[in-house]
């Protein structure tokens, strides 16, 4: 096709396996829920925590035995977006607004109520682990702790599960999420804000709270050790509101601060930019520093990631690589790999971010999917480990693996 824009994986992916193999870079990791969505339980089924569909169906399940009448008729007037996330929003603005009176059987305190069973829920769900065969958040680890670096790695993540406090802990790992303390550990801003714990230290940011967090009797945000689910922002309209808060707002200004610095790399995964407070933040730090990047890892086609795309066509340091096609520089472009390889050492890596999901599909780019993208980092400075050895991967031959669809 004349004129066609297109982009090389081979050049892109080369250039970061450079960069995440040295410890130079100044590099987050920005884990969205399609991070845990995407990842598989002990028996190798999927989800390891389901995404908002699965969340919707289960908790809603849980509670209809006690508001049948209130789901059915809220998820009637919500319709078609009538998922637990709007669920819930409408049942916190009923509990605010209506006090005494009642709507659809039930009064304010009534949807205080419910609210809380709705959160109750979710973090029950949440509050699961890792496999101990192997996950991507341990093969994230293994890239984490492999190399000497200049700066730490931070990770900011709009999960509530502990799971990549496991993977850490599990190989002993340091890290700091902002709590210190032993009996009932505060939130520490300052130390937050000033960046000045050893560089070997990861730092993990959950920028919308995190199971184990509760209030103290001052209206305090402690960390209380146990995975209760008092302190969960969950996506809904309150969201800009309570973000505000400590430690919220220091979490989020340290995402800023982050994108502020000089010569900084911020990779995301399984996350949709359709957080407003969050992408806002993002937009701001890049328009501001020009020197600052943001790589976005999207599991789905670029027509459906709209608002990573939108960011992508405004920003030229904002780049998105989805399955099909990618937006660098502000260019869109399909992707597509040369017949010849980089180097005949390239098939196997290749085949770590090219590939099918089923063997009648298409070749795609596979690194929006967490456990892709986790190997991808662990195998970074290293070709032998890579576990799939092709001595090369034509453009549009038939593949010699199939990548497992991982949804």
């Not at 005494?100 to 029950?124: N, S």
């Not at 001052?218 to 969950?234: M, Q, T």
């Not at 937009?283 to 608002?307: H, M, R, W």
């Not at 063997?359 to 480990?385: H, M, N, V």
Request: net charge neutral; with cysteine.
């Amino acid at each position: 096709m004349p004129n066609e824009t297109v982009h090389n994986p081979d050049q892109y992916m080369a250039a970061l396996r450079t960069i995440i193999a040295g410890g130079r870079k100044r590099i987050g990791l920005l884990l969205g829920a399609g991070a845990p969505a995407g990842m598989k339980n002990s028996d190798d089924t999927y989800p390891l925590i389901p995404a908002v569909a699965g969340l919707t169906k289960t908790v809603l399940k849980n509670l209809t035995p006690e508001y049948k009448k209130q789901i059915d008729e809220l998820k009637k007037e919500l319709a078609p977006k009538d998922d637990i996330e709007t669920i819930l929003s409408r049942v916190r603005a009923l509990a605010k607004v209506i006090g005494a009176a009642k709507v659809h059987d039930l009064d304010g305190p009534g949807y205080a109520i419910l609210g809380e069973k709705i959160c109750k829920e979710i973090g029950e769900i949440v509050n699961v682990t890792l496999p101990e065969s192997g996950s991507a958040y341990s093969d994230l680890v293994t890239w984490i702790i492999g190399a000497a670096r200049e700066h730490p790695v931070e990770i900011f993540t709009t999960n509530y599960d502990l799971l990549l406090e496991e993977a850490l802990e599990r190989v002993r790992a340091p890290y700091f999420d902002g709590f210190t303390g032993g009996r009932h550990p505060f939130f520490d801003p300052v130390t937050v804000a000033n960046n000045d714990l050893p560089k070997r230290w990861t730092r993990l940011w959950k920028l919308h709270g995190s199971l184990g967090w509760r209030s103290n009797e001052k209206g305090e945000v402690i960390r209380s050790g146990i995975a209760s689910s008092n302190h969960l922002v969950f996506p809904e309209h309150l969201k800009y509101e309570q973000t505000q808060k400590a430690p919220y707002a220091a979490l989020l200004d340290r995402l800023r601060a982050f994108l502020a610095t000089s010569d900084t790399l911020l990779i995301s995964v399984g996350f949709s930019f359709a957080d407003a407070h969050i992408s806002a933040r993002i937009d701001e730090g890049l328009a501001a520093n020009p020197s600052a990047s943001v790589f976005a890892f999207q599991f789905q086609k670029l027509e459906i990631e709209t608002c990573a795309s939108e960011i992508g066509a405004r920003l030229q340091n904002f780049s998105v690589y989805a399955r099909d096609a990618a937006i660098i520089n502000g260019t869109r472009g399909n992707w597509k790999v040369p017949q010849e390889l980089p180097s005949k050492d390239w098939g196997a890596i290749r085949s770590s971010y090219w590939g099918k999901s089923e063997r009648d599909k298409p070749y795609e780019f596979t690194l929006g999917a967490i456990e892709d993208f986790a190997k991808f980092f662990s195998a970074s400075r290293s070709i032998q480990i890579l576990t799939s050895p092709p001595l090369a991967i034509p453009a549009v031959a038939e593949p010699p693996f199939d990548v497992e669809n991982k949804k």
